[in-house]
């Protein structure tokens, strides 16, 4: 069946870095665009950045220059690497393959 799996985050201080890796399966990865949302307790939840079958990315601008998705289709593996992270950036970030979500993995950021 079509699977998400997140893992990589975690609690880091602010500045920190994290890479976040979503292990996809049960489709053609190839042929999807894959997506990074998050949502913080009380937030909606919001895209944080997507990457198309073609590599073409998408950033939201609260992390632009900041965060970077790429992908290895070889592997059917999407990744999220956040440098510079702040407190904000707290929250759970999920995985999307069209209407599919992951479980979502935590992100901590202390100040």
């Known amino acids: 069946q079509v699977q998400l799996v997140e893992s990589g985050g975690g609690l880091v201080q602010a500045g920190g870095s994290l890479r976040l890796s979503c292990a996809a399966s049960?489709?053609?990865?190839?042929?999807?665009?894959m997506g990074w949302y998050r949502q913080a307790p009380g937030k909606v939840r919001e895209l944080v950045a997507r990457?198309?079958?073609?590599?073409?990315?998408t950033t939201a601008d609260s992390v632009k220059g900041r965060f970077r998705i790429s992908r290895d289709n070889g592997k059917s593996l999407v990744y999220l690497q956040m440098n510079s992270l702040k407190p904000e950036d707290s929250a759970v970030y999920y995985c999307?393959?069209?209407?599919?979500w992951g479980q979502g993995t935590q992100v901590t950021v202390s100040s």
């Open positions: 999307t393959a069209g209407a599919t």
């Open positions: 049960g489709f053609s990865f190839s042929l999807y665009t």
């Open positions: 990457i198309t079958k073609d590599g073409d990315t």
